[in-house]
DNA sequence: TGTTAGCACTCTATAAAGTTGAGTGCTAAT
DNA sequence: ATTAGCACTCAACTTTATAGAGTGCTAACA
């Protein structure tokens, strides 16, 4: 027995009206909603088969059919043709309101969030190592200094730091040049000891304040390294009764808020032809994260340039929308990549 | 009739055993479970005096009592016995993680959460008007300008402006020299319109630089004049059955993942006596959030110097560990003061 | 006069039994 | 190969019965 044109196309109506309804699909409704003018016991007998392929099941002996997580597979990659959103002026109000990335992000997420009905991850782009470009010291007064470290990709980050001893104006530019010409253009893992033993050697007085100084520069591009992750719209699970139980419901809600475990979507094993925008559907336990196991996440990549790039992903029932999610996250990518050329005119 | 010391007494026993079990308290219960020897039937009849003075209610004819708002407020108002709450380490814990004020704040949401398991907010101080201290540009390459922007109070925005003209860096000198000698000390409503024409005079082709630049101060101030506010351990709600009802549960998690309702805490009216640390505690309507109607919040005050303060809050069920919320959130804000008086040393 | 034992009563929560209806599988006829 | 028809199944809902926690009231007691 094999998966012929009929049984795929009854097969195709079960999902499309499992994912509206969220109950189990009957023979007699595909038999009278479907174009295909046969009776209720054929269905039966193709759904039987259905059965057996492993499509569908049935969640008790006299219910209908609901589909499998191999079911809403073939769905998802043979069968679902995909729904342009439209998604209008998003990209302006993104712009509007984000002038630095972090907001963007968190922008995109809520976005979508309000757009779909679903929850919402994006995270942050995952670089891969990051050089220093400059440092900058300033005195701010007596006893504080202000050191901006620009980073690779035009990070910067700033630290406030005290110094025991009075600050010297001019002290402050040498220490400033000192800094600049041993660790311009270095890697975090190419700051030895020895280095840092030179650097010391040269800054007087001030060795404890480089101390702290290079800790701070550490930090602040291991810090960069981490992906973190945003979240939003995650009481939008509670909107589907088969999550709201309220032990899975708690899962999922905390998984969402600790957000360590979303984190596993970025580096993803399966390589995907790219035509598509990177996106990738996860269903049930394809997850991988043990609460969501009755939660399907579709994912999209974002690339702010060559090999930097971060993931956007939606997350919601089994029976979410597939295609309106595809189309909604294919949107938004074009917005992103819009922005992000944009950005270098 | 009056409230005499053996209702105070049976009282107190009502509320300590609801606080504890969640379920209404009958006579039996108290009669058995306090040193006051009495039977039940005593205790009946003082209970119905108790509700008669709006002290308790019976959620049905034939259940136990439970108390109601003012019977709560009465307990947290005079018959409440602190705890002090030994979170232990908690301040070095802090300290390691957290070396920028963001991130404290969040630490501190989290581990509060983690100690007290119900939800926490943390908002941002409040600052009054904020005054620009020095504003620092930097040419990071021949088209990109990064400016640093210090606010009194050692406040530190950075901004990335792209100009369409090369930079020249003895430019980039002057323009830095003309913004601080105008703009240094002043407050947000100080920079009018005539000034900034002024300003516009001196920088020659960077008019449009300078424009981006002036906007992005503006902004740069408001949004630190804004009030953020952070969440922790949101699903802790889920723990309490009399929240878990779907419909509050949700309800209730929005107003938390939202945010926006939350920061009603910091502005608050009935000012307090400052020996307890400006601990307030808001039992079911008082929280004036009508999704909270069925919440407690205990919110206490900390100040990081004279006047520039925020919250700490945690959410829970009306039939919250009071005596242990308080004592937690006393000993957190001891720590926090200890934090900050060490930070200027 | 305050306290208590005792009893009838109330009402929820839980279990048990009955009912309904959607849906199936199988068989026999087309 | 398709379909009408029928017996069967089972979750979901409704109804009825039962148990038990708790009350209010009364009358007796110290």
New interface residues.
């Given amino acids: 027995m094999d998966l012929d044109d009929r049984k795929l196309k009854i097969l195709q109506a079960i999902i499309k009206n499992y994912l509206e309804t969220g109950e189990p699909v009957g023979s007699r409704t595909i038999s009278k909603y479907t174009d295909l003018n046969l009776s209720s016991a054929t269905i039966r007998n193709e759904m039987a088969d259905l059965e057996e392929l492993g499509y569908i099941v049935q969640p008790h002996t006299s219910a209908g059919r609901i589909p499998t997580d191999k079911g809403y597979r073939l769905y998802v990659d043979t069968m679902m043709q995909e729904k342009v959103d439209e998604v209008n002026n998003m990209r302006d109000d993104l712009l509007e309101k984000a002038?630095?990335m972090e907001n963007l992000l968190q922008q995109v997420a809520k976005m979508l969030a309000a757009n779909t009905n679903y929850a919402t991850m994006v995270t942050t782009p995952k670089y891969r190592s990051r050089k220093i470009?400059?440092i900058?010291l300033?005195d701010?007064d007596e006893y504080?200094v202000?050191a901006?470290i620009?980073l690779e990709g035009?990070i910067?980050k700033?630290?406030?730091f005290?110094s025991d001893i009075a600050l010297v104006k001019e002290d402050v530019l040498k220490l400033n040049l000192a800094l600049n010409t041993f660790l311009q253009g270095l890697d975090i893992e190419e700051i030895n000891i020895g280095l840092v033993q030179k650097l010391k050697s040269q800054v007087g007085a001030y060795q404890e304040l480089v101390s702290e100084i290079l800790d701070?520069i550490a930090?602040a591009i291991q810090e960069e390294g981490d992906i973190r992750v945003y979240t939003?719209?995650?009481?939008n699970i509670?909107k589907y009764p088969e999550l709201?139980d309220?032990n899975k419901?708690?899962d999922i809600?905390?998984t969402l808020?600790n957000k360590e475990e979303l984190t596993q979507f970025v580096d993803n094993p399966d390589i995907q032809p790219d035509e598509k925008r990177g996106i990738q559907v996860y269903i049930g336990d394809e997850t991988r994260v043990d609460s969501m196991k009755d939660c399907s996440v579709v994912t999209a990549t974002y690339e702010i340039e060559e090999g930097i790039y971060g993931k956007v992903g939606i997350i919601g029932p089994k029976r979410m929308d597939y295609e309106r999610v595809v189309g909604t996250l294919q949107n938004m990518m074009g917005q992103l990549d819009d922005i992000f050329k944009n950005k270098k005119?």
């Fill in positions: 002038d630095r470009k400059f900058q300033t701010v504080q202000l901006v620009v035009n910067v700033n630290r406030m005290k701070a930090t939003s719209g995650a009481t509670l709201s309220m419901a708690r809600l905390s808020e005119p």
